[in-house]
């Protein structure tokens, strides 16, 4: 299982970091990926992060602001958002892929970021 902490309220300009645990899997094995949802829009895969935490890939939505890192040790996956904006309101989740799969394994329940201006 999946599970996202570390959303809340927070004033444009201000700083985040999400939190995913995992718990049940060899973490190790696994790409990890953020997601987000904003009302009304598609999700959008904001963040990537390899097996070996090697390469990092963000949308061009975020590159500059958002940033990836994981601890397996740990078994959790970061997601440091800077410089939030009210277009980055949204819920945002976490997912896992296997280093072969072509579909996400694992889905977590997400975390609200709300910003305000």
């Known amino acids: 299982q999946l599970q996202a902490s570390g959303g809340g309220l927070v004033q444009a300009g201000g700083d985040l970091r999400l939190s995913c645990a995992a718990s049940?899997?060899?973490?190790?094995?696994?790409?990890m990926v953020w997601f987000r949802q904003a009302p009304g829009k598609d999700r959008e895969r904001v963040a990537t992060?390899?097996?070996?935490?090697?390469?990092?890939y963000y949308a061009d939505s975020v590159k500059g602001r958002f940033t990836i890192s994981r601890d397996n040790a740990k078994n959790t996956v970061y997601l440091q958002i800077n410089s939030l904006k009210p277009e980055d309101t949204a819920v945002y989740s976490c997912?896992?892929?296997?280093?072969?799969?072509?579909?996400?394994?694992?889905w977590g329940r997400g975390t609200q970021v709300t910003v305000s201006s």
């Open positions: 997912a896992a892929r296997s280093r072969y799969s072509t579909t996400y394994n694992y």
């Open positions: 992060i390899t097996i070996n935490g090697g390469s990092t």
């Open positions: 049940g899997l060899t973490f190790s094995n696994y790409h």
